[in-house]
């Protein structure tokens, strides 16, 4: 079955850097396009980043345009987001996303907060 598990949220303060990665496991990775979104506290579910599924092109909402880079690993069925330059509002449960056979399938997220 098709898994996704985040990881590398925490606590950061403004101006910092994390790195976020999704494990996948279920699915041929390497044939998915894959996708980051999230969620702040008391906001709706935000698009935040995809990346096709050979990695050669790349997308991002405008607010974290020249901030986050998403990147994979196809050999580790692994994608990542590098979130550098944090704002306060970055604050949110990030997860990520594939879609596969029609269906979308979720990871649980990982939680980054933004503060100093």
């Known amino acids: 079955q098709v898994q996704l598990v985040e990881s590398g949220g925490g606590l950061a303060q403004p101006g910092g850097s994390l790195r976020l990665s999704c494990a996948a496991s279920?699915?041929?990775?390497?044939?998915?396009?894959m996708t980051w979104a999230r969620r702040a506290p008391g906001k709706g579910l935000e698009w935040v980043s995809g990346?096709?599924?050979?990695?050669?092109?790349?997308y991002y909402e405008d607010s974290v345009k020249g901030r986050f880079t998403i990147s994979r690993d196809n050999a580790k069925n692994t994608v990542y987001l590098q979130m550098n330059s944090l704002k306060p509002e970055d604050t949110a449960v990030y997860y990520c996303?594939?879609?596969?056979?029609?269906?979308?399938?979720w990871g649980k997220g990982t939680l980054v907060t933004v503060s100093s």
């Open positions: 990346i096709w599924a050979d990695g050669s092109d790349t």
């Open positions: 279920g699915f041929t990775f390497s044939n998915y396009g």
């Open positions: 996303k594939v879609r596969f056979n029609g269906v979308d399938y």
